[in-house]
């Protein structure tokens, strides 16, 4: 009889641990900002997804877009889950019943690139965008906000916005 | 094309920014209007600014990705199924050596025996005997529920007992236990529905349950729960799945009479098929569209297809199959009028079916053979067939009700008052294979 280990665990299963460092950034976007789930039970649902993944490994198609579509598809469900166990029956309304896992994914991986360029944009430029797209202001409001001349702000959002979409081509490209 | 400079990226923006210091608004707008390459542009620009004013982005900025976290929680759980793997490799040697009856007083004796991985290990040696010893398969998963039920993880046993009562409705599916298999599904889901990432495991159980349904008769409730399985499976982007549960809509749907509509489905399958590696699914469906187009009348496309359907499980070596596709053809044969060659085929068809031990099968094609004979007023061959049909479904093992069917049959092709229509009656009969079920021929030829 094989004896018993209390050894702590070190590593998941490879495919599983590849997938979880794989997948792990867009499967977080999903379940905290499409289906804004607490930031606390984020990593709560992901857990439940991978056990499954885990157990279940074998009826998984073996391709990378076949296994993201899977996980994808797996916590969505189980996001779809959190809510009918805290809301009963009641989803949030946007939340659909049937999705299709590669469109969710490609619209969820082009927000974190844009979210990646973002971050990594100057502060003013950044901040000015925010200000712009994010919380509404007109380029008037920004310009008193930021004590600029009206046709400067007007211009400098603009050159923002053009060296963010610029950035963000780019990098979907080289991540293509 | 306008003959205008395209707009360039910069404009465009500045134009959906309406910043008048940059572009003519105006005036971009009209040139817009008449050109397609950079209206084009200027829709991937309105995605892009749908994407920056998208707050869910914007909460996004702060949060530091790279490196995931450590999810210690599910390396436990990873570490404790691999250690359970081992274990209950042992267990299940010692325990399938032994009659089921003998498990209890095992497990008593090992009380960590009882693991998920060993319900695991029952579940997939009951799948390797469903098809061919479905009432052992049965057996097993009886057994394996047991000990399921004794699993310590509540999310372990749940997910272990969804597996093992959804294979408890195939089985009993393939047993014609039909009731017991569409109840076996609701428990099956009710397990499911207790485990948080349970939504694939349901999309399969909503499968099961289309396959009990379809076995019922229930073919409006099949095709209704073969698309919602679809659209779950579609959900997983699991195309080998949707295509298995949009194939099982299209055969009810022919069932229910909707040839053309369960056709057009097969052909979006087929299509799909190409992009798959699922000979086995891909002979299947050829094999249906060749039925539906025969159903319909299309007698060439329906040749086509058989041919090619026979051609897929030749190099699949699936020779029953290869048998049923020579039996397709036969009928085609005898639709088109090609009475000789159909007759010969559907001969080679049943010898073939006998010598594989396939008796039921072979008396299935003995009664097309006696419905087609009768056709011809070929009276003694055919009495001669309606008695080797009745014969081999015997051997099959058929029950009383059946072969009094069969009997009278042969009885009223030797008293020549059989007609097609009473062949028909029966084989419809023998298929529906209904205990207690009333045997009421229509009225022999006067």
Redesign the interface.
Same mark, same amino acid.
């Given at each position: 009889? *094989?004896t018993? =280990?209390n050894a702590k *665990?070190?590593?998941?299963?490879q495919r599983?641990e590849a997938a979880?460092?794989a997948h @792990?950034?867009l499967l977080?976007?999903i379940v905290a900002?499409?289906f804004k789930i607490p930031a606390d039970e984020v990593?709560g649902? &992901?857990?439940?997804?991978?056990?499954?993944f &885990?157990?279940?490994e074998a009826?998984v198609?073996q391709s990378p877009?076949?296994e993201?579509?899977?996980l994808?598809?797996?916590v969505?469900?189980?996001s779809? @889950?959190?809510w009918r166990k805290h809301r009963g029956e009641e989803l949030p309304a946007d939340i659909e019943e049937?999705?299709?896992? =590669?469109a969710v994914a490609d619209d969820a991986i082009?927000?974190?690139l844009?979210?990646?360029v973002?971050?990594r944009l100057p502060a003013r430029c950044?901040e000015l965008?925010?200000k712009r797209?994010?919380e509404g202001y007109t *380029?008037d409001e920004i310009a008193t906000m930021e004590s600029l001349a009206r046709?400067s702000a007007?211009?400098l &959002?603009?050159k923002c916005?053009?060296a963010?979409?610029?950035a963000?081509c780019r990098l979907r490209r080289t991540t293509a | 094309m306008s003959g205008h400079r395209h707009y360039t990226?910069?404009d465009l923006?500045?134009y959906l920014?309406e910043?008048e210091?940059?572009v003519n608004v105006a005036e971009v707008a009209a040139a817009i209007a008449s050109c397609t390459t950079c209206a084009v542009r200027l829709g991937e620009?309105q995605r892009?600014?749908r994407?920056?004013?998208?707050? !869910?982005?914007? %909460? !996004? #900025?702060?949060?530091h990705?790279g490196q995931?976290?450590s999810?210690?929680?599910?390396?436990?759980?990873?570490?404790r199924?691999? %250690?359970e793997k081992?274990?209950a490799e042992?267990d299940f040697a010692a325990l399938i050596a032994t009659p089921l009856e003998t498990w209890p007083r095992y497990l008593a004796a090992h009380p960590?025996a009882p693991t !998920?991985a060993l319900v695991r290990r029952i579940v997939d040696a009951a799948v390797v005997e469903l098809e061919r010893q479905p009432a052992y398969s049965l057996a097993l998963l009886e057994a394996a529920d047991s000990v399921a039920g004794r699993v310590s993880d509540p999310?372990g046993q749940s997910?272990c007992r969804g597996e093992v009562w959804k294979n408890r409705a195939n089985a009993l599916r393939i047993l014609g236990r039909y009731e017991e298999a569409l109840s076996a599904t609701v428990t099956a889901e009710r397990f499911a529905d207790e485990?948080?990432?349970?939504?694939?495991?349901l999309a399969q159980i909503i499968y099961t349950r289309g396959t009990v349904l379809f076995k019922m008769g229930r073919f409006a409730e099949t095709i209704q729960t073969a698309r919602d399985a679809s659209?779950?499976f579609?959900?997983?982007?699991? #195309?080998?799945r949707v295509i298995h549960a949009r194939n099982l809509e299209a055969i009810a749907l022919t069932e229910q009479g909707e040839t053309a509509e369960g056709l057009r489905v097969y052909l979006l399958i087929a299509q799909q098929l190409q992009q798959l590696d699922d000979p086995q699914m891909a002979a299947r469906v050829a094999e249906n569209i060749a039925v539906s187009h025969q159903h319909l009348g299309n007698y060439v496309q329906a040749r086509t297809y058989a041919v090619t359907a026979q051609e897929r499980y030749r190099e699949l070596g699936a020779e029953s199959e290869v048998i049923r596709a020579e039996w397709t053809l036969g009928a085609i044969d005898l639709l088109v009028g090609e009475t000789e060659i159909g007759l010969t085929r559907l001969r080679r068809a049943a010898a073939a079916f006998e010598a594989r031990g396939m008796l039921a099968d072979a008396g299935f094609v003995k009664l097309a053979l006696t419905e087609e004979l009768l056709r011809l007023e070929e009276w003694d061959e055919a009495g001669v067939m309606a008695g080797q049909a009745a014969e081999a479904f015997a051997r099959s093992g058929a029950r009383l009700h059946l072969s009094t069917a069969l009997s009278f049959l042969r009885e009223a092709v030797q008293g020549r008052s059989a007609t097609p229509e009473l062949v028909r009656y029966v084989r419809e009969y023998v298929t529906a294979d209904e205990e207690g079920r009333r045997f009421e021929p229509p009225s022999p030829v006067q």
């Open positions: 009889m *094989p018993e =280990t *665990p070190q590593l998941l299963p599983a979880y460092r @792990y950034d977080r976007f900002r499409r990593c649902v &992901i857990h439940d997804v991978f056990v499954s &885990i157990r279940h009826k198609a877009a076949d993201r579509a899977w994808v598809g797996g969505c469900n189980a779809r @889950y959190y049937y999705i299709d896992p =590669t082009a927000r974190l844009l979210a990646d973002l971050r950044r965008l925010r797209y994010s *380029p046709g007007k211009n &959002i603009s916005l053009l963010a979409r610029a963000f | 990226t910069a923006l500045a920014d910043n210091d940059l620009l892009f600014g994407l920056i004013a998208d707050r !869910e982005v914007w %909460r !996004e #900025v702060p949060v990705t995931p976290p999810i210690m929680d599910v390396l436990t759980e990873a570490d199924m691999e %250690r081992r274990a042992y960590s !998920e999310n997910d485990i948080a990432a349970g939504g694939f495991m659209r779950r579609a959900g997983y982007g699991d #195309v080998k």
